[in-house]
């Protein structure tokens, strides 16, 4: 159907062409379309939610482990035709992107510098925000109120000295976050001999510690500092 030329964009173009399906081509135009709509997230709209039976169920899980081992397989092609140079690049980015804080403050920045050198070795021009930015998204809860102080007044510093604040205000807190994994479930207490707006309170152990750093941080020279400088 044309489009009426009255309600066009002037500064739109416009080309009408049509498409003649016949048995011979509309097998590639349907999976195509299909290709297409499933990109935008649309194809089940156009088709509707539509009733599998079990052998269709274990054939879609098929081809999904079919497809995953696909992608494995062209994945390991493309690094074995990469370059020396293209290579180290990828695995330095892909080091530096997929750590994660899984220990202690301590042991996780010896992991973030290792893998900063690596980038640094692969002449990576990452930008020192864009570090700082990745590195406070892997952070536990318990550095919420640090990751707010950086992401104020924080972000130009140099990387190596974003880390060294990293170093300082876990040592000064005695933050030690343990994998979920791994970490013990805190023993019952009593709220015998608590304070009243204690005894009742329904906050977690981390919720609680974390608005201690909080205060403690706040209360502390260097954010003082922080804020006069803000304001001059």
Same mark, same amino acid.
Request: aromatic share 8%; net charge positive.
């Given at each position: ?8 964009? @002037? ?8 498409? /003649?399906?016949?048995?011979? $081509? ?31 169920? $274990?054939?879609?899980?098929? $081809? ?10 062209? /994945? #390991? ?19 530096? #992107?997929?750590?994660? /804080? ?72 005695? #933050? ?7 970490? @013990?479930?805190? @023993? ?6 608590? @304070? ?15 608005? /201690? ?15 006069? $400088?803000?304001?001059?």
């Amino acid at each position: 159907m044309p489009l009426d030329p009255t309600n066009q964009d @002037p500064n739109m173009t416009t080309q009408d062409w049509s498409i /003649y399906l016949n048995t011979e $081509n509309y097998a590639t135009w349907s999976f195509l379309m299909q290709a297409k709509l499933a990109k935008i997230g649309a194809l089940q709209v156009v088709v509707g939610p539509q009733p599998k039976t079990e052998e269709e169920k $274990n054939a879609q899980k098929l $081809n999904k482990q079919a497809n995953t081992a696909l992608g494995q397989k062209a /994945y #390991i092609e493309l690094l074995e035709k990469m370059d020396e140079t293209h290579l180290a690049l990828t695995l330095a980015l892909t080091k530096f #992107i997929s750590l994660e /804080y899984t220990k202690s403050t301590l042991s996780f920045l010896s992991d973030i510098r290792a893998a900063n050198q690596r980038l640094v070795a692969a002449k990576i021009t990452l930008d020192a925000q864009v570090k700082t930015l990745l590195t406070l998204q892997k952070l536990p809860l318990l550095f919420i109120s640090f990751c707010e102080v950086i992401s104020v007044g924080c972000l130009q510093e140099s990387f190596t000295s974003f880390l060294k604040r990293l170093e300082n205000d876990a040592e000064k807190n005695k #933050i030690k976050v343990i994998a979920k994994s791994a970490k @013990p479930k805190p @023993p019952a207490t009593s709220t015998k001999g608590k @304070p009243a707006a204690l005894a009742h309170h329904t906050f977690t152990e981390e919720q609680i510690e974390a608005e /201690y750093n909080f205060q403690q941080m706040i209360t502390s020279l260097e954010f003082k500092k922080l804020q006069l $400088n803000q304001h001059l």
